[in-house]
């Protein structure tokens, strides 16, 4: 069977391996067919690609969209983008000049906590300095000593209601599918089981997405318990939706990684289906 894994970061946003390194670790966990999509940015996709190439290893060009949507942050997957569609990377480049002034205004948050320099060490902690993130907050945090470790830094500060925690507009989800359409991508919900809508407004999400020509949803991910795969499945199912696997991998020892989750149920019609870069991968393995 194949491996495919189609969502992981990598130090262009909030991973911390260089994205020759996220594709090389893809290769050795034995990946067939790898997605980069780095939140907010494509910057790494010509370095996985050339990496890509010395290991035999199919890249999909990728990229993982911030968007607010009823008042929540959803997070939109582009698959098989051309990262150079000049539509596409000047909504990314809008996206982080916002980031830039939410980071600054998280430090200011954390500061009237008594946490002072969050801004300057998250700085320090991110390689593309367009792109800090919460994340990069959150292991300055760590590395401060002000919490033990990842998830409590995002239990105790930086989610809502909480120290370094701030409101802001991403971009809306017309933009975000728009975009990756218009950039000859395929549009996919990502981890839908981390959102805190009801059932109601889930559904309407889905819905929405559907109508904008959104066309995917992660069923099998690193954030899904294993109990909810099967709700997924179902959900995607019964909107019509294809399914995607990706494991969201961050950093070795932070959560899972690649390629290590398992396959899409069977009854999934998956968001690879049909897609030419498969086909070097089928002549060469027997059936
Ligand atoms: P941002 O886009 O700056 O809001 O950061 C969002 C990122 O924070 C996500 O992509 C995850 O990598 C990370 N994240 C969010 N919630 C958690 C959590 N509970 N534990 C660990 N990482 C998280
Ligand atoms: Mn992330
Ligand atoms: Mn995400
Ligand atoms: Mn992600």
């Given amino acids: 069977m194949l491996n495919i894994d189609l969502h992981c970061h990598s130090n262009v946003s909030d991973g911390v391996l260089p994205p020759a390194e996220v594709v090389a670790r893809a ?5 067939h067919v790898l997605a980069l999509t780095d939140h907010d940015d494509v910057a790494g996709l010509a370095d996985a690609q050339a990496a890509a190439e010395e290991t035999g290893l199919t890249l999909i060009p990728g990229v993982e ?3 607010t949507w009823s008042g929540q942050t959803v997070h939109i997957v582009g698959l098989r983008i051309d990262h150079a569609h000049p539509e596409l990377a000047a909504g990314l480049h809008g996206i982080r000049l916002g980031r830039i002034e939410r980071a600054q205004r998280m430090g200011e948050d954390l500061a ?12 320090d902690y991110a390689a593309n300095k367009q792109m800090v993130g919460r994340t990069h907050f959150a292991r300055w945090l760590v590395a401060q000593g002000h919490t033990p470790d990842m998830r409590s830094a995002f239990r105790h500060f930086l989610t809502r209601g909480n120290p370094g925690y701030v409101e802001h507009q991403w971009t809306s989800l017309e933009n975000a599918v728009g975009w990756i359409r218009a950039s000859g991508g395929m549009a996919v919900i990502a981890h839908p089981g981390r959102y805190a809508f009801n059932a109601r407004e889930l559904h309407l999400l889905l819905d929405a997405f559907r109508a904008l020509g959104g066309e995917g949803i992660e069923v099998i991910t690193g954030s899904h318990h ?12 019964a909107f ?5 696997r990706g494991a969201d991998f961050h950093a070795p020892g932070e959560g899972i990684d690649i390629g290590r989750l398992p396959a899409l149920p069977h009854y999934c019609q998956p968001v690879w289906q049909g897609w030419p870069e498969l086909e070097a991968h089928f002549s060469l393995s027997p059936t």
């Avoid at 906590?113 to 300057?120: D, F, K, L, T």
């Avoid at 294993?226 to 199912?237: C, H, I, T, V």
């Avoid at 019509?240 to 995607?244: C, H, Q």
């Fill in 65 to 67: 969209i911030s968007v």
């Fill in 240 to 244: 019509g939706l294809k399914a995607s």
């Fill in 226 to 237: 294993p109990s909810e795969y099967g709700k997924f499945a179902d959900l995607a199912r």
């Fill in 27 to 31: 290769a050795a966990n034995g990946v």
């Fill in 112 to 123: 009237r906590s008594g946490i002072v320099g969050a801004y300057e060490g998250a700085y």
